[in-house]
């Protein structure tokens, strides 16, 4: 969970989790749209898919316990270098050499390595294995991961009070505070997309899921076109609604920036005067209790763009006008 997010962010989510599968295998039991949900708002949505792939293999090819060693965890699904590293060294008190953001810093000014990130890293990480001892590993790792993340910190790093000021090379040189060295950014691409919120006449709305891997792999949303770097014309756009309709653009856009993309989404808003055929990836979900469901931040944002009370009122217009058909037209 702390990937890429902060430990404010995380701590209720981490403590929920545990509350609600307190074991490796009532994590592996658990519906993955359950998982799923309880991971919505915490972004970059592999990590849950892969937490729960990895409890069941653990499960069903382990016992339910981790293995020990760096190979065997290394197998298992989303664990990589840095995560099987440190839970050798950390849970296992296997000496293994853990690096993360953190320790790469730390590196990088005691050595004064100005090589640019990152193609620094493996001269980083042949200086992390020259100093991490073979006995207590684990502490070191933590020891080095905290001292860059409370000392060694990216802008003004407290130098004074560093146990290791006196041998830093970085100090030294007089350049500590510009180390790592990384390669300029180029500038952020924007895609565009349009998403379809389309209601019926008993207070639902359409939602989809998506495929199972790529960006948002399995959660579940509003259908929208696919998201490129040219904006939609309307007739293009209508060929990816779910439906035909009387589509209605709300002002305004919805704005979401992903790692590698800034993403521009315009909202169309309609009504389904039938009943919609039930698509093997596609629900009606009643418009009060989309917070139920595992919708990514982005499609969070949607609703709120929208409103769900405009959801509420597109729907009920739907269903005024079906009764006033049925009053009109008795059977």
């Known amino acids: 969970m702390l990937q890429q997010t902060t430990v404010a962010a995380v701590k209720p989510y981490f403590e929920a989790f545990l509350r609600r599968w307190p074991t490796v295998e009532a994590l592996a039991r658990a519906p993955t749209d359950d998982v799923m949900t309880a991971w919505a708002g915490l972004g970059y949505y592999a990590r849950a898919r892969n937490l729960h792939?990895?409890?069941?293999?653990?499960?069903?090819?382990?016992?339910?316990?981790?293995?020990?060693?760096?190979e065997a965890l290394l197998a298992l699904p989303g664990v990589g270098p840095?995560?099987?590293?440190?839970?050798?060294?950390?849970a296992f008190?296997?000496?293994a050499v853990v690096v993360d953001g953190n320790v790469e810093r730390v590196m990088a000014?005691?050595?004064?390595?100005?090589?640019p990130l990152p193609a620094a890293k493996k001269d980083l990480y042949r200086l992390a294995d020259a100093l991490t001892p073979t006995a207590r590993a684990g502490d070191y790792a933590q020891a080095v991961m905290d001292l860059g993340?409370?000392?060694?910190?990216p802008k003004s790093p407290s130098c004074e009070r560093c146990p290791w000021a006196k041998d830093c090379e970085g100090r030294k040189q007089g350049i500590a505070a510009t180390l790592p060295r990384k390669i300029a950014k180029t500038a952020t691409p924007t895609r565009h997309g349009v998403v379809f919120c389309l209601t019926n006449d008993r207070g639902?709305?359409?939602?989809?899921?998506?495929?199972?891997?790529?960006?948002l792999g399995g959660m579940m949303g509003f259908p929208t076109t696919d998201w490129r770097a040219e904006t939609w014309s309307t007739p293009a756009a209508k060929k990816s609604a779910p439906r035909a309709a009387r589509w209605k653009a709300v002002d305004g856009t919805v704005e979401h920036t992903f790692t590698h993309f800034h993403l521009k989404l315009n909202v169309w808003l309609a009504k389904a005067n039938k009943a919609m055929p039930r698509a093997t990836d596609a629900i009606w979900a009643p418009i009060g209790r989309l917070g139920e469901f595992a919708l990514p931040n982005v499609m969070r944002k949607v609703v709120h763009h929208v409103g769900l009370k405009a959801l509420a009122q597109t729907s009920a217009r739907t269903l005024?006008?079906?009764s006033r058909r049925k009053a009109a037209h008795p059977a």
């Open 53 to 70: 792939r990895c409890a069941q293999t653990v499960a069903s090819f382990h016992g339910g316990r981790f293995p020990n060693q760096e």
């Open 82 to 90: 840095y995560t099987a590293a440190a839970i050798a060294a950390i």
């Open 93 to 95: 008190d296997r000496r």
């Open 109 to 115: 000014r005691m050595h004064a390595v100005t090589r």
């Open 149 to 153: 993340a409370t000392i060694c910190t």
């Open 204 to 215: 639902e709305v359409l939602l989809q899921r998506r495929p199972p891997k790529g960006l």
């Open 320 to 322: 005024l006008k079906s």
